[in-house]
């Protein structure tokens, strides 16, 4: 099928293109933050974040057992396996502190988020 000179395949290469740049252009606006656990423990146990901003949390797990990232002020629970990662996505948030912790490790591993 031709549309206005072009195959309808052409046009939605065209489209998926864009879309993908757009893609690309909103990821290198969050700005990331790694957040490491060891030894059970957060490092670093208090992360300093823009307020009103998405963030990104690169969550690398160097310990071989897993862990649960938990937040019930951000609503956030995410489990990342042993020496592994994952990503989890916060905010925008308001001026203030957020506590965070590891559910499997709640003693230990705790931190807070300081959005300013």
């Known amino acids: 099928m031709k549309i206005f000179g072009k ?7 065209i489209a998926c293109s864009s879309l993908l740049a757009d893609t690309s252009t909103v990821k290198a ?3 990331e933050i790694e957040l490491l656990i060891k030894n059970h423990l957060f ?3 208090t992360l300093e974040v823009p307020a009103d901003q998405k963030i990104r949390i690169r969550l690398i797990n160097k ?5 649960e990232f938990e937040s019930l002020e951000l609503n956030r629970e995410k489990i990342v396996a042993g020496n592994s990662e994952t990503i989890i ?7 203030g502190t957020y506590t965070f912790f590891g ?3 709640p003693k230990t591993a705790q931190g807070v988020i300081v959005a300013n």
Request: net charge negative; glycine share 8%; aromatic share 14%.
């Open 7 to 13: 195959s309808a395949g052409a046009i939605v290469l």
């Open 103 to 105: 559910e499997f490790f």
């Open 63 to 67: 310990d071989p057992t897993p862990e």
């Open 43 to 45: 490092y670093p146990s």
């Open 29 to 31: 606006d969050v700005p």
């Open 89 to 95: 996505f916060i905010g925008p948030l308001a001026p």
